[in-house]
């Protein structure tokens, strides 16, 4: 297997403080990375600031539309001062119920923004001044007064587009919710993209949902943690071509979330995650190496029978 990492699943049926201890299970077993999303529950900088541990951090993605290149920059650069660890960052275009229905912000062209963004992030982080007057990101006279954290640029990429972005200006391309099939042809695919701008290719990281054992409550937060996905474009292609058109169809004429829970097959969650005897999840681990995968980020499933997914995180490591 390649390097296995953990992110945080941040569940929003589960009590938000049980990340923290997720976070810890990560350092003391070891994992490579922790890595920290921001959406509905914490502010991303302010959670890596107050965890305890030493395994390197990466934080976000973070929405192109909703934060600037200096503010992540600045974030980024004030966890590493303040808690003396390694801190990686990373990018997405989002959906648009964060951009336009929390934020209020106009979503820009994703595949600009996300270009852009790298641009400028690359810059600032290497304790460079960025002077960009893009079509979406304009800064200009900025230079990081705190230590520059340098590291990778990781770009969440799922359609066509930004896997194209990712190939020309991500360090890292982070993907989310896909079978190891669809993942082998993303992988080409940033790889291609990267010959075609004469570069190397970025590494390959893949968000895999994990549960050893699952029991019917970590089985009903799986399928609740897909449908919010289903419709959204790159995720939904994503699902269709692992087989799952028909539901995908179904999402996209707008049922209730009851009506679309109740129309998801325990075997979507399987087909894009790692489930069943820790056996089983470290064979699936295989299969996304397998696919071109350098590194497997596993967001455990937290349930009453496996608090903060602890269980299932040290059969793995075992």
Same mark, same amino acid.
């Given at each position: ?177 896909? $079978? =190891?099939? @669809? %993942? +082998?042809?993303?992988? &080409?695919? #940033?790889?291609?993209? *990267?010959?075609?701008?004469? !570069?190397? $290719? =970025?590494? @390959? %990281? +893949?968000?895999?949902? &994990?549960? #050893?054992?699952?029991? *019917?409550?970590?089985?009903? !937060?799986?399928?609740?943690? @897909? ?10 292609? *994503? ?8 539901? @995908? ?70």
């Amino acid at each position: 297997m390649g390097e296995l990492s953990v992110s945080l699943g941040l569940w929003q049926d589960r009590p938000s403080i049980e990340a923290l201890d997720t976070a810890l299970a990560a350092d003391e077993l070891g994992f490579a990375r922790l890595w920290i999303g921001e959406m509905a529950t914490y502010d991303a900088f302010a959670l890596a600031a107050a965890l305890p541990g030493r395994i390197p951090l990466v934080l976000g993605p973070f929405a192109v539309a909703v934060r600037t290149p200096v503010q992540i920059a600045i974030g980024a650069a004030t966890v590493a001062e303040l808690t003396g660890r390694t801190v990686e960052v990373a990018i997405g275009s989002s959906s648009p119920v964060v951009v336009s229905a929390w934020h209020g912000r106009a979503a820009p062209t994703p595949a600009r923004a996300l270009a852009e963004t790298a641009q400028a992030l690359r810059t600032l982080l290497d304790g460079g001044r960025a002077d960009v007057d893009g079509t979406v990101v304009r800064t200009r006279g900025y230079r990081l007064r705190a230590p520059a954290p340098g590291g990778p640029v990781t770009i969440a990429a799922f359609g066509p587009q930004a896997v194209r972005v990712a190939g020309r200006y991500a360090d890292r391309m982070v993907l989310n919710l896909l $079978p =190891p099939a @669809v %993942a +082998a042809r993303l992988v &080409a695919g #940033v790889r291609d993209a *990267a010959a075609d701008a004469g !570069r190397e $290719p =970025p590494r @390959v %990281a +893949a968000w895999v949902t &994990a549960a #050893v054992d699952p029991d *019917a409550e970590a089985m009903a !937060r799986l399928a609740r943690g @897909v449908v919010g996905s289903l419709g959204v474009p790159g995720y939904g292609e *994503a699902f269709a071509e692992a087989g799952f058109g028909d539901l @995908v169809r179904f999402a996209r004429t707008g049922p209730s979330p009851r009506e679309l829970l109740a129309a998801v097959p325990e075997s979507l969650a399987a087909a894009v995650g790692a489930i069943g005897t820790a056996d089983d999840v470290r064979s699936r681990i295989a299969e996304y190496t397998a696919a071109g995968v350098d590194e497997v980020c596993l967001v455990p499933v937290a349930t009453d029978a496996d608090p903060a997914g602890r269980r299932t995180l040290a059969a793995v490591r075992s």
